[in-house]
């Protein structure tokens, strides 16, 4: 069934070398740095049942889509895809603009700037930033984290990881998601130790002046091929799983999973829960998370998949919407 979407620069040097901001390059130990620092809120019930919000709607490109995000003023949704021709390592993005009923609109092509795992669609005026990883390293992930005006149907290549953002000292790769609800940014980042998440107003990157996290933490150890994470007060959902096995045809009910985080303790608050969102979809891969509001008031977790059968990847989104 589905459901109706209802959706309704001063001290520059200073800031892009992110000053203030270098807890996990000091290599402090696993948990959060800053007690109680966010307000417990509400949680996502994981156990209930997933609703549509699309299935098997076309991007611009044929391939995988890698994580998508929401513009919570304009009302438009963006899909990250890999390039067509390009090779993992090339960080080359596709972003393809959607209605919430799933129609694409545009697309815009970012070249070297990553592998797209999360990113962030921020209102701006009449249009919409995306906070994006950029800069891509050997591998094909992002180094620093850029702002991009959506501009349709266009190309743009990365900027210097000097010219971009890394709030983070010492951090090697970067990408984020935002909650659009508490008005924050989660940032999930390599440095030494590992992967880590910092948290931080949301003013801090349309400002540009990040200074310290609201908290900092090694990332837990959770199983599973991780594919996309999303943060809801004071809760980072965790999303793991793989597609199906062979030619893609569904085998059971796969392995998709979601985990739930505790902020301010860096700790598993909620072990993997299976979600059957969309069971019956060909290859179904999962492919990010997100956080939204409806004009209702009604807050949703966004899980997407890719879809299709391969060299017609399509995308699907699901969400759950009961919070406890």
């Not at 959706?7 to 696993?30: D, E, I, M, P, Q």
Request: glycine fraction near 12%.
């Amino acid at each position: 069934m589905n459901h109706a979407p209802g959706f309704l620069l001063s001290r520059r040097t200073l800031l892009r070398a992110g000053a203030g901001a270098s807890l996990a390059a000091l290599g402090l130990g696993v948990g959060a740095q800053t007690a109680s620092a966010v307000t417990t809120t509400k949680r996502f019930d994981l156990t209930q049942p997933s609703y549509d919000l699309f299935r098997s709607m076309r991007t611009h490109g044929p391939r995988v889509q890698q994580s998508f995000a929401f513009d919570w003023v304009h009302k438009y949704l963006f899909v990250a895809t890999k390039r067509v021709g390009a090779a993992e390592s090339d960080g080359n993005l596709c972003i393809s603009k959607m209605d919430f009923h799933g129609n694409y609109i545009s697309y815009m092509h970012l070249n070297g700037f990553g592998h797209g795992v999360a990113f962030a669609a921020l209102p701006r005026g009449n249009g919409t930033e995306l906070w994006v990883e950029c800069a891509k390293n050997k591998n094909g992930f992002g180094t620093a984290l850029t702002p991009v005006q959506y501009a349709a149907n266009t190309t743009l290549g990365s900027p210097a990881a000097s010219a971009a953002y890394r709030p983070i000292s010492g951090a090697t790769e970067y990408t984020c998601s935002v909650d659009p609800v508490y008005q924050r940014m989660i940032v999930r980042y390599q440095s030494s130790g590992g992967k880590r998440i910092a948290v931080y107003p949301l003013s801090a990157f349309q400002t540009r002046s990040f200074g310290s996290p609201l908290v900092d933490f090694k990332q837990p150890s959770i199983s599973g091929t991780p594919q996309g994470y999303a943060l809801y007060g004071s809760y980072m959902y965790y999303l793991t799983g793989d597609p199906y096995p062979g030619d893609g045809h569904p085998n059971g009910d796969g392995n998709t999973k979601i985990s739930r985080i505790n902020i301010n303790t860096g700790t598993v608050k909620e072990k993997p829960v299976l979600t059957k969102a969309g069971g019956k979809l060909w290859y179904r891969e999962p492919e990010g998370l997100a956080i939204y509001k409806t004009d209702g008031g009604e807050v949703r977790l966004f899980i997407g998949f890719a879809t299709g059968k391969r060299d017609h990847r399509r995308s699907s989104i699901f969400y759950k919407n009961v919070l406890v």
